[in-house]
């Protein structure tokens, strides 16, 4: 199993919709994890954590399932501006980054 | 307010020269980290260096490939004789304490990368 894995998509959406992403990981032992957004050919950028309670930043919920190991991005009410890749990072001492999965908002 | 500073931008080599790619971290950092990104891919983790120290390389190729950050400067990464497989966009990343590394609050600043094309 990888260390960290993402549907890659791409997942097309039409605004408005609300859309999720899951990630799965493998060590166990992972107690945060982060969502960093990554805009085309752009620097990746922290978008939330992650913790045992999960986390709620306005339109985007993010959960953690430790039971399964997968932590859950949620987007409401999408945007156009929320196009972009969504990267699932995992401490496994470094940081380990998913491949990403890409989001595209459609008008 | 300086952010992760990368150059080259761009940087196109012929096979068999050598790529030096230069990251200034934010102010205050002393902790950088190395990513590579190929094509359509995620980001790879590197090497991850405090100031004269490399503190975990085990994402480095075992040949060709070089890390430092000096005392003094820019950290560097260095690759020799390159081949067509290195061309990818090469991020470094910096933060104050080591929230890349052993700690939960995973935030690190990444810089806008230095992209490698190999002809």
């Known amino acids: 199993r990888k260390e960290v894995e993402q549907d890659p998509g791409p997942f097309n959406v039409p605004e408005g919709a609300t859309v999720a992403f899951n990630c799965t990981y493998s060590?166990?032992?992972?107690?945060?994890f982060f969502w960093y957004r990554q805009d085309c050919r752009k620097e990746p950028k922290l978008l939330m954590s992650?913790?045992?309670s999960g986390n709620e930043d306005g339109r985007f919920t993010a959960q953690l399932n430790r039971a399964s190991q997968y932590i859950s991005l949620l987007i409401r009410d999408s945007k156009l501006s929320d196009s972009a890749t969504y990267l699932c990072?995992?401490?496994?001492?470094?940081?380990?980054f998913g491949q990403g999965t890409t989001l595209q908002v459609k008008p | 307010n300086a952010g992760v500073m990368q150059n080259p931008r761009h940087l196109v080599r012929r096979r068999g020269q050598e790529a030096r790619l230069r990251c200034s971290p934010m102010?205050?950092?002393?902790?950088v980290y190395w990513y590579r990104q190929l094509p359509e891919e995620g980001l790879k983790f590197m090497v991850y260096?405090?100031?004269?120290?490399?503190?975990?390389e085990s994402g480095m190729p075992k040949e060709r490939f070089s890390a430092e950050f000096p005392k003094e400067g820019p950290s560097i990464l260095r690759i020799q004789q390159v081949v067509r497989g290195d061309s990818a966009a090469y991020f470094c990343?910096?933060?104050?304490?080591?929230?890349?590394?052993?700690?939960?609050?995973?935030?690190?600043?990444f810089g806008e990368g230095s992209r490698l094309t190999v002809l």
């Open positions: 260096l405090q100031k004269e120290n490399i503190i975990d």
């Open positions: 990072v995992v401490p496994t001492g470094k940081l380990i």
């Open positions: 990343a910096s933060s104050p304490q080591a929230s890349g590394y052993l700690s939960n609050t995973g935030e690190l600043f």
């Open positions: 102010k205050g950092h002393s902790h």
């Open positions: 060590n166990s032992a992972s107690q945060s």
């Open positions: 992650v913790y045992s």
